[in-house]
């Protein structure tokens, strides 16, 4: 299932000039975007202690989730779908292992971190960013399907331990909100 939904995703790259290229430009700039979305963020207008909360929270599952990331690397080495010979891709090879998907934990983090912390509608925004963040990198040939879903799971799990654990509120919270 996970070669065939891969596979699919990835049948129409190297077809289209267009779509080839919107897609790599997806996967190239949107997750950085995102990131410089959230930044922005902290100088919203409403809410704005809360907001920069969630900047906070957003940040820290980020780091962390590709901090647990590098630490499966250590342990699970998968190959890349197109060494196996099962994509086409249409960018630049790279050098690391397939699972997790750091764009996909990278983009899941934060609307994680938005949607536990009940900015729903930046989340939902975030969300619709971080689908088409995970579809392009399977599009382009670099991931399978279940590597974007590792990378998802690893953020969401992150983002939910890491706003238990950093609480709204707290001296350190009203500090690091209050700079700036």
Known sequence: MDQAITQWINSPAGISPILDRIMIIITQFAAPLLVLAVVLQWWSRRSQDHVRHTCIVAGLSFLVGLGI????????????PYEAGLTHLIISPTTDWSFPSDHATASFAIV?????CGLWRRGIVFLLVALLICLS????????????LGGAGTAIVTAAVVNLAYREGTKVDRWITGLL
């Not at 990331?69 to 890349?80: C, E, G, S, V």
């Not at 990198?137 to 974007?148: E, K, L």
């Open 69 to 80: 990331n590098q630490i499966i690397l250590l342990f699970l080495h998968r190959p890349r």
């Open 137 to 148: 990198r399977i599009y382009v040939g670099t991931h399978y399907i279940s590597d974007i």
């Open 112 to 116: 994680a971190a938005f949607l536990l």
